[in-house]
């Protein structure tokens, strides 16, 4: 009897314990709460012709800035440099304009204060290739800049020329409504981000960190204003990138012997090497919701119904079970894990001769917390075969430092995304691919990624893809955006 006493006693003890558990996680989700931008009066910027400027993006777009590496020709850039001088006068008559490897270019604005950090605005002016055999599918042709239906067509459109040209368009209007910055500010154009930044935005870091320029904060492109990505969210959600993934690019190689297909050997050099890649697909790397993610996930967390926040708002408790459930779908598992992607496999020359070398690449986009070198050693653990040589190739980088949410710049960015777009709510955010924004981390620790256009679902397909294109109501918007951050984040202290 007595034992079943202390059994009921457990018992008790037990419910009473989870019932308060209970309780603990029913309040915390009743009661999360958000930061509220606090924006204030918008400032009054200069009037803006969208169209015309929406024709400028038309006729940059026209020119195709492929990256070099990848097919691109450098008279490209001189021709679009060129219409940079002629639809910017002013911008390239009174700020200083100094070229960095001959395609890329930095503007010097000087400030009322040079002694005051600077701010330092970027883009890219490189585009990707249109993949052959797909110009067909186009609405308009790929390179063509026409504007029609509302929108401006073709590649760059949104990545990167729509924050070239707005960000130049409103410093011309501000020169031109005499406006004096308080600071100096920096606009840095690099032309090959698509191919990593090393000629250009690295180039330009370097040059900037020689002369001793410090920075307030760096703006980059890399997030948006995004709807329908986060289950639950019904508001556009602007996302302001604190902190980018890295890479690792790790070669895998299988030297046999080779031979005749007719006498073929238990296990080829092909079979064994996919074997290794089927491995490490299977055996990703450990999740963890972490940093700009997390954060990401807590301002997220009171958009959302009830039990979603019953569930988020309780992740001390319930982190376990969120990751499993956000590493079932591609966009959130990157947000979770060092991600990994099979993208090149070459081996063989005929079909009757046993392939004497087997070759893959890895990739892998590195969460921020782990290292590259964490990522070799896991391939190697995971591939577990001494012949397959494991090695990081070409872009190999570690995952940037995180930016703090709050601050100079933070506040300038948030506050002029609220004035421009009241309805979407303002977070943090972790941004899954590359961008030239972490060549400039040795300026400042207020490096963020946002690019001033509001992306919906079928845009994001058309990223890199086919009709890729801007709307031109959006392009005065982004604008605007570029107007009000300079006048804030410029002004006298």
Same mark, same amino acid.
């Given at each position: 009897m007595a034992g079943r006493r202390r059994i009921l006693r457990a018992l008790k003890w037990?419910?009473?314990?989870?019932?308060?558990?209970?309780?603990?996680?029913?309040?915390?989700?009743?009661?999360?709460?958000?930061?509220?931008?606090?924006?204030?009066?918008?400032?009054?910027?200069?009037?803006?012709?969208?169209?015309?400027?929406?024709r400028?993006?038309?006729?940059?777009?026209?020119?195709?800035?492929?990256?070099?590496?990848t097919g691109g020709a450098g008279d490209t850039f001189v021709?679009?440099?060129?219409?940079?001088?002629?639809?910017?006068?002013?911008?390239?008559?009174?700020?200083?304009r100094t070229s960095i490897a001959e395609h890329s270019a930095i503007y010097h604005w000087r400030g009322r204060d040079p002694a005051a950090p600077a701010v330092v605005l970027t883009a890219h002016l490189d585009v990707v290739p249109v993949e052959p055999g797909t110009e067909q599918d186009w609405t308009y042709p790929p390179f063509s800049g026409v504007v029609a239906d509302g929108f401006v067509w073709g590649r760059g459109t949104l990545d990167d020329k729509l924050s070239a040209i707005s960000l130049l368009a409103a410093v011309e209007s501000l020169l031109a409504a005499g406006h004096e910055p308080a600071r100096d500010v920096?606009?840095?154009l690099g032309h090959d981000e698509e191919t990593g930044?090393?000629?250009?935005?690295?180039?330009?870091?370097?040059?900037?960190?020689?002369?001793?320029?410090?920075? #307030?904060?760096?703006?980059?492109?890399?997030?948006?204003?995004?709807?329908g990505i986060m289950p639950g969210v019904r508001a556009p959600i602007a996302l302001i990138g604190i902190a980018e993934k890295g890479v690792a690019s790790i070669e895998l190689t299988l030297r046999t012997e080779g031979g005749h297909s007719s006498m073929p050997p238990p296990r080829s050099a092909i079979g064994r090497l996919a074997a290794a890649i089927v491995r490490l697909e299977a055996e990703p790397m450990p999740g963890e919701l972490r940093g700009a993610a997390a954060a990401m996930i807590d301002r997220l967390t009171p958009e959302m119904s009830f039990a979603a926040r019953l569930a988020l708002a309780n992740r001390w408790l319930l982190d376990p079970l969120i990751v499993p459930a956000l590493s079932r779908h591609p966009a959130s598992n990157a947000m979770v894990r060092t991600t990994t992607a099979a993208t090149?496999?070459?081996?063989?020359?005929?079909?009757?001769?046993?392939?004497? #070398?087997?070759?893959?690449?890895?990739?892998?986009?590195?969460?921020?917390?782990?290292?590259?070198?964490?990522?070799?050693?896991h391939v190697r653990a995971v591939v577990a075969d001494e012949a397959i040589e494991v090695a990081c190739v070409g872009r190999c980088w570690e995952a940037s430092p995180t930016s703090p949410a709050a601050g100079p710049g933070w506040d300038d960015i948030a506050a002029a995304i609220a004035w421009l777009w009241p309805e979407a709510v303002v977070s943090p955010s972790l941004v899954v691919a590359a961008t030239d924004a972490r060549h400039y981390t040795g300026l400042t620790d207020r490096v963020y990624r946002f690019a001033p256009m509001r992306v919906g679902e079928v845009d994001r397909k058309r990223l890199h893809g086919t009709d890729e294109r801007?709307?031109?109501?959006?392009?005065?918007?982004?604008?605007?955006?570029? #107007?009000?951050?300079?006048?804030?984040?410029?002004r006298a202290e």
């Open positions: 037990a419910g009473l314990a989870l019932a308060g558990l209970s309780l603990v996680c029913v309040v915390r989700a009743a009661t999360v709460t958000a930061p509220r931008v606090e924006a204030g009066a918008p400032p009054v910027v200069p009037e803006v012709d969208g169209d015309a400027v929406a400028t993006l038309g006729s940059a777009v026209a020119i195709p800035t492929v990256s070099l590496t021709a679009l440099h060129a219409l940079l001088r002629e639809r910017f006068p002013l911008v390239h008559a009174r700020l200083e920096w606009l840095a930044g090393t000629d250009g935005a690295r180039a330009i870091a370097a040059w900037l960190g020689e002369r001793g320029v410090r920075a #307030q904060f760096v703006l980059d492109e890399g997030s948006a204003v995004v709807e090149i496999f070459a081996a063989g020359t005929a079909d009757n001769v046993l392939a004497a #070398q087997a070759r893959a690449i890895v990739n892998f986009r590195v969460l921020p917390g782990d290292l590259v070198a964490d990522v070799e050693a801007v709307a031109v109501d959006d392009v005065a918007r982004a604008v605007r955006f570029y #107007q009000a951050l300079l006048l804030t984040a410029t």
